[in-house]
């Protein structure tokens, strides 16, 4: 059975009598028009759509969006009424969730480098879990903790030691990374936290593999090693470990040639590999929690840009110049990344040509598409870049101390503001001119 994240575009995607293209039954052209350009633009329904996926495809999991991918309060609300819990990695994204009436106890604080003041936040808000990722955590949750009376759940994230082929700053599972403990110092971490650290409740282990994951058999590598752990530490430390946390990763379609497997086929391997440890490592069922963020937002996101002036290279690329680019987008960039466009306006002139999107901030490498086969382009022409939902606006900047964009979500033919446009007076806002530079 297929899922939204092997398609391209939002599910709501089609093109008016006049050749327009619309979302959620909205015109995108009317959108820039009333919002203004760059403009992120988020599709309800299919939003919805893979949540449903992913909650027929994974029964009795629990489902948690690593809210790193895109955490603004509308779509932790969306989420939440999915019945999604939350994935967290800072003070930020705790305080969204928070700020969108997201039941705390649904809430897990990752990351490899928690502050104090993370912390303390975290246990005033009484979050679900935290998962503790080095020696040194452990004993600062534990004073934390200590010093405000409060007893928390923890999982122990591991690094697997699972290779998995996706960009090399993507991959956070492999033996040589800043993340979590290495299989040879679990039984290290587990010691102090049974004898010691009495305000700790160990509940399981977790594991992260990586991100843009195309490959399936990764996962049932990872299954194999948290069960056969959870099976070790629980004989060896007399322990009921009985939580596994498998984190994230499942890919997504950024262009045609992007295969990602779907959600089903992958419930598929991580069930059946899950039957075959537990009966090979003679454990109870444990409780599965998986974090998907990507393939969860990044479908129902695209984002409209404005063409704007172009230039010929003599015997050479012609570049179109949008008005965003790298501030709005940092993954080509960053990571090389592929992305699909359209001509969002209908085009009379249906001459095809090929040309690279180009950013406007003042770097070289702000290039949004190469080499892409589009109608002949005009100033004006408004263009829609797919998938563009996840790791757009969440790692988006002030590059150049331009405004951040808009966000709005369309459903049933409406647009509603989620995250307002910046504004040349949020941009000096936290500016501070010493006075004796005045005068
Ligand atoms: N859980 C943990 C512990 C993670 O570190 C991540 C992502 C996820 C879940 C969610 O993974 P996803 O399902 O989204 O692949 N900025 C990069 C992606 C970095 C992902 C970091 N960790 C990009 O734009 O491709």
Do not use: W
Not at 80 to 86: A, I, K, L, R
């Amino acid at each position: 059975m297929g899922s939204i994240n092997q398609d391209l575009k939002p599910i709501t995607t089609t093109v008016d009598e006049s050749g327009n293209l619309q979302i959620g039954g909205c015109s995108l052209v009317e959108l820039t028009e009333k919002y203004g350009t760059p403009l992120y633009v988020i599709d309800e329904e299919t939003l919805r759509g893979i949540c449903k996926d992913y909650k027929r495809a994974f029964p009795n999991v629990n489902m948690m969006y690593a809210s790193k991918a895109l955490c603004t309060s509308a779509i932790a609300k969306i989420l939440s009424s999915e019945d999604f819990g939350f994935d967290t990695v800072s003070a930020g994204e705790i305080y969204t969730c928070k700020n969108a009436g997201v039941d705390m106890k649904k809430i897990l604080f990752n990351g490899n480098n928690k502050s104090y003041d993370e912390i303390k936040l975290a246990l005033d808000f009484d979050i679900g879990r935290f998962s503790v990722d080095n020696f040194f955590e452990l004993s600062l949750l534990n004073e934390i903790a200590k010093s405000e009376n409060k007893y928390v759940d923890i999982l122990l994230r591991i690094t697997p030691g699972i290779e998995c082929h996706t960009h090399e700053y993507i991959q956070t599972g492999h033996l040589d990374s800043k993340f979590g403990f290495d299989l040879t110092q679990i039984d290290e971490a587990v010691e102090p936290i049974e004898n010691e650290y009495k305000n700790l409740r160990l509940r399981g282990l977790h594991a992260h593999i990586g991100s843009q994951i195309f490959e399936t058999q990764v996962f049932k590598d990872e299954i194999e090693i948290l069960v056969r752990e959870i099976s070790r530490l629980n004989k060896k430390f007399n322990i009921k470990l009985d939580e596994i946390n498998l984190g994230g990763g499942i890919g997504v379609k950024y262009t045609q040639k992007d295969n990602p497997p779907s959600v089903f086929d992958i419930a598929k391997v991580i069930f059946e590999s899950l039957e075959e440890n537990i009966q090979k490592y003679n454990i109870e069922r444990p409780t599965i929690f998986i974090e998907p963020g990507r393939s969860i937002i990044s479908t129902s996101g695209v984002t409209l840009y404005t063409v704007g002036s172009s230039k010929q290279v003599p015997n050479g690329k012609k570049y179109v110049a949008l008005d965003g680019g790298m501030a709005d987008n940092p993954r080509p960039s960053l990571y090389e990344a592929e992305y699909t466009a359209q001509v969002a306006n209908a085009k009379e002139n249906k001459k095809i040509e090929k040309v690279t999107l180009a950013g406007k901030y003042c770097e070289s490498g702000d290039i949004l598409i190469k080499d892409i086969l589009l109608p002949e382009l005009e100033e004006g022409d408004i263009i829609c870049v797919y998938n563009t939902g996840a790791y757009n606006y969440s790692m988006a900047s002030n590059y150049n101390r331009r405004e951040k964009p808009a966000m709005v979500l369309v459903n049933k033919s409406q647009s509603d503001i989620i995250v307002k446009r910046e504004t040349l007076d949020d941009i000096i806002s936290k500016d501070v001119i010493p006075e004796r530079l005045k005068g």
